[in-house]
């Protein structure tokens, strides 16, 4: 394999309902410490038709985490140290948007985040750093969930604004007007900062969002609750996990850098000077930003 290829491994991070991924062979859960605290839960290793997985479920085994409460960095940090270079995000969503209904899944392309009460950096006082987020989902990835998608006839857009609120309460029907008059088109809770820290660690990152409820801007139903919610959840994890199954093969081949640059995110990054680096934050982040440091 020439220094340019390198053999990918594919991080899933599975949203609520999504707990597990089947078809998985050589499975093992891993226990892995970070500098950033403990990840939502162990992680699973495993093999699919040759082709090296990481799961994490997002919530912990059972959904013991709320969303504002996750470990986003830790979260992130370890699906890097078990040598994840490509991360595929499922979360579930309410819609924002008429034609976006329950059971259907969007592929996000932007975001705007509206969370207040997280760690969103990995990068801060004796190291600062800055990437762009223009462009925070890889289109590369999402090309290849799209094809799964059009290949197993599910229902889904290409493209979307996801708008991260804080949570845990759903939204007020003032928001949820707003949001739509933002041109956003599906709400959740849990991408960002997520999505923020995929690109500091120079990992490839991609969303799929799906859809389980209108939220409360729409009239004729009523304003969202949880059993509505978990109704919806259980026949979207299943067509979650068939796609799964269906993307991992395309995502298996050796593959060059990014064309759009994610996989090197930090090149031009770092702006504090090497000599005022300190030593105790260059060790939290051998990890996440090694490549550079």
Known sequence: MSAAQKQPVIGIIGGSG???IEGLTETRWQK???????PSDELLTGLYAGQKVVFLPRHGRGHKIPPSALNYRANIDALKRLGVTDILSLSAVGSLKEELPPGHFVIVDQFIDRSFAREKSFFGPGCVAHVSMAHPTCARLSNALEASLKALNLPHTRGGTYLVMEGPQFSTLAESNLYRAWGCDVIGMTNMPEAKLAREAEMDYASVAMVTDYDCWHEEHDAVTVDQVVKV???NADKARALVQD????LAAKRGPCPHGCDTALEYALITAPEAREAAMLAKLDAV?????
């Open 18 to 20: 999504l707990y597990h």
């Open 32 to 38: 892995v410490e970070t500098p950033w605290g403990d």
């Open 289 to 293: 930003a090694g490549r550079v440091l």
């Open 247 to 250: 993307v991992l093969p395309r």
């Open 233 to 235: 959840l259980h026949g």
